[in-house]
């Protein structure tokens, strides 16, 4: 078939040709722009879910929808290198200066720049050009207080222009505990005053890692939302639809079969989309096609998507994660993991946390761990062969 024809997007981020079964969510989503348009309150958003099922994807198309609505919007994804008010400044100033592009620059959209001017320099982040001009502002030095006056800030500088701000952090789980809860307290304050400003975010399905008012608040400040595989109906869609737009069908065991192998996880189906319209020769595609196309797929899983992630470990940190895929699929206690180890809890748990830190894995629970990438455990199974045979 035509390759140039193949509407399947396999990547991180890579918006598919078939958004299946998140109607809801965007609907959830869209409304709660709506309302913070028009000056009522919503909730901010948090997705949560393991690698590849979407988030990223779901981010980036209720930024687009945010924008049709001339809401002004700032998306980027944590990045652990850098401090955290260091990444909120550079995107801070990004909003204002979308706030700024009419002629004449009001009072509060000043005022905002001069707040992260002092934001800034408390936390020694470098603005360029725009540590020239001297901020009237004091900013603590204590990021939850700092964060609280910018963000209120920028709440108000949005209300004086008539709209709305919506922020969109991606990788949410990378944000330390201080910038996390610092960051829930200054939305807090935002709900207190009604101003419209809505964040939008992802990220692993961490336990989240907060303490006292702030988790009270989080609960109440955010719709926590799992963003799942997806189920049969909307799988199925996810292949079939993309293919009819070109007059191509699938039989019925073809499509059996890649919803078996990819179990429904959206990375998975697009790739095993993608190398199934590459293996068949014609519509409608065939069992034979789908267990080819199966083959390819996975290994070029096996050589990327997983083999980059466990080669990112560490000597001990592959020993945690063997043990881990030792004890089957789903979460094991973090005792067992140690069990398999031969070593205690306490010696296991920095290891854990490496791991966690590192996005393989995640704590569903006080005392579980899992991991973050689907079907990570069989792949280490199947490449680790003194395990194949536990
Ligand atoms: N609802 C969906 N229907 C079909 N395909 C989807 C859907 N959502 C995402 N995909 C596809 O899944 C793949 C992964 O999407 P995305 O990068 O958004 O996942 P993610 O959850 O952000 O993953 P990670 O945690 O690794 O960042 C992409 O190829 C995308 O096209
Ligand atoms: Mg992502």
Same mark, same amino acid.
């Given at each position: 078939m035509n390759p140039i024809k193949n509407p399947?997007?396999?990547?991180? /981020?890579?918006?598919?040709?078939? !958004?299946?079964? %998140?109607? @809801?969510?965007?609907?959830?989503?869209?409304?709660?722009?709506?309302? &913070?348009?028009?000056?009522?309150?919503?909730?901010?958003?948090?997705?949560?879910?393991?690698? /590849?099922?979407?988030?990223?994807? !779901?981010?980036? %198309?209720? @930024?687009?929808?945010?924008?049709?609505?001339?809401?002004?919007?700032? &998306?980027?994804?944590v990045d652990p290198a850098q401090t955290f008010p260091a990444q909120i400044t550079k995107e801070v100033h990004r909003l204002l200066l979308k706030l700024d592009r009419r002629e004449r620059i009001g009072v509060e959209v000043r005022r905002a720049f001069s707040i992260l001017r002092s934001f800034a320099s408390a936390f020694r982040v470098s603005m360029g050009e725009l540590e020239l001009s001297l901020s009237s502002e004091k900013a603590t030095g204590d990021l939850t207080l700092d964060l609280t006056d910018l963000f209120v800030a920028v709440g108000k500088a949005a209300k004086s222009r008539g709209t709305a701000v919506a922020m969109f952090i991606d990788e949410v789980q990378d944000i330390d505990k201080e910038g996390l809860s610092a960051l829930i307290m200054a939305l807090h304050k935002i709900s207190q005053l009604q101003l419209p400003l809505i964040i939008f975010s992802a990220g692993l399905p961490q336990l989240v890692r907060l303490a006292g008012n702030a988790k009270t608040y989080a609960e109440r400040l955010f719709v926590f939302r799992e963003i799942d595989k997806l189920d049969e109906h909307d799988a199925r869609s996810a292949l079939v639809e993309p293919a009819l737009l070109e007059g191509v069908k699938f039989s019925r065991e073809a499509l059996d079969q890649i919803l078996k192998d990819t179990d429904g996880y959206p990375y998975f189906l697009q790739l095993?989309?993608?190398?199934?319209?590459?293996?068949?020769?014609?519509?409608?595609?065939?069992?034979?096609?789908?267990?080819?196309?199966?083959?390819?797929a996975q290994r070029e899983l096996d050589n990327g998507f997983f083999r980059i992630r466990l080669e990112k470990l560490t000597n001990r940190q592959q020993m945690y994660v063997r043990a881990m895929a030792k004890l089957g699929s789903g979460s094991s206690n973090s005792s067992e993991v140690a069990d398999v180890l031969g070593i205690s809890v306490?010696?296991?748990?920095?290891?854990?946390?490496?791991?966690?830190?590192?996005?393989?894995?995640?704590?569903?629970?006080?005392?579980?761990?899992?991991?973050?990438?689907?079907?990570?455990?069989?792949?280490v199974r199947r490449t680790v062969p003194e395990l194949a045979n536990k």
């Open positions: 399947y997007s396999p990547g991180a /981020g890579a918006p598919p040709p078939e !958004l299946a079964g %998140r109607g @809801e969510l965007l609907t959830l989503a869209s409304n709660s722009l709506q309302r &913070i348009i028009r000056g009522n309150y919503s909730r901010s958003m948090m997705m949560l879910g393991l690698r /590849g099922v979407g988030k990223t994807v !779901l981010l980036n %198309r209720i @930024e687009q929808k945010a924008d049709i609505l001339e809401c002004k919007t700032a &998306i980027f994804e095993w989309g993608f190398h199934t319209w590459k293996k068949a020769e014609k519509s409608p595609i065939c069992l034979s096609d789908a267990r080819n196309a199966s083959r390819e306490k010696q296991a748990a920095p290891i854990r946390k490496e791991i966690i830190d590192k996005g393989i894995a995640y704590s569903p629970e006080r005392g579980l761990i899992a991991f973050a990438v689907p079907k990570f455990d069989e792949y």
